[in-house]
């Protein structure tokens, strides 16, 4: 639908920061769905605006992630109302998950919750990700648990939440799904996709007869050590998160899928 988020003109009530934030977050919609990490028109991705007000961007409700545009995406406070006017509502299962973390974590900036298959199926386990193969070892010691409460609608589960995340970046939603948090949008895409492709490998083994090898805890957290630095180098997220955008770009001109 907008194969270069790039090219579109800003309109003149935007910022440059604003747009250019805008511009990215859409993208990242985009490649959410061009991996087929979508749950139809649910789930959410937020980006925090800079200032001190608080305000974040987040998809319109009821559109599907190619629909998301930087235009179109809603702009909120921590308490889910709208900043801006807009034809479209929010999500109101986002509201307690992100304001939650974007009013607690000020080296938050972007949010992602996603319910793959994998992802959601590891959620499922009592001992939830393993960190035995190449990227549950990037995880080790980063994951926080949170039970579930149902539908996340409530405030009163906020406070939980983030007792739940403390200081981590990846929050395991039991029985549910994943909530990736990072100081920006190219960085929390990478952890993202290091969290899935954890619970796709994860999954794929338990298929699998015979027992998996085990790795030292000190291997785990040399490897988790390495992996959170790597993550934070903006040189390798917004390689990755570029390159990957081009890389789906590159596939609708030729109307290809992945």
Known sequence: MHADNATQLKPAHFSDEEWQLRVQLADFY?????LGWTEMIFNHISARLPGPAHHYLVNPFGLNY?????ENLLKV?????????SPYPANPAGFALHSAIHGARPDVHCIVH???SPVSAITLKQDGFHHDDFYGAQLFGRV?????????????EKERMIASLGDKHVLALRNHG???????????FMLLWTVQRAAEIQYHAG????????LADSIKSRCSGLAAGLIRDDSFAIKLFD?????????????MCL
Do not use: W
């Open 243 to 255: 390159a990957t955008v081009r890389k789906m770009n590159r596939a609708k001109q030729l109307g």
């Open 66 to 70: 190619y629909e998301v545009t930087p």
């Open 114 to 116: 996603t319910h793959t």
């Open 30 to 34: 985009h490649l959410v769905d061009f």
């Open 207 to 214: 298929c699998l007869p015979g027992s998996n090898i085990t």
């Open 144 to 156: 926080g648990y949170h039970d579930f409460e149902g539908i996340t609608l409530f405030a009163d």
């Open 178 to 188: 994943i909530a990736v948090c990072e100081k920006d949008i190219p960085n929390a």
């Open 77 to 85: 406070d921590l308490d889910g109302n709208l900043v801006e006017p």
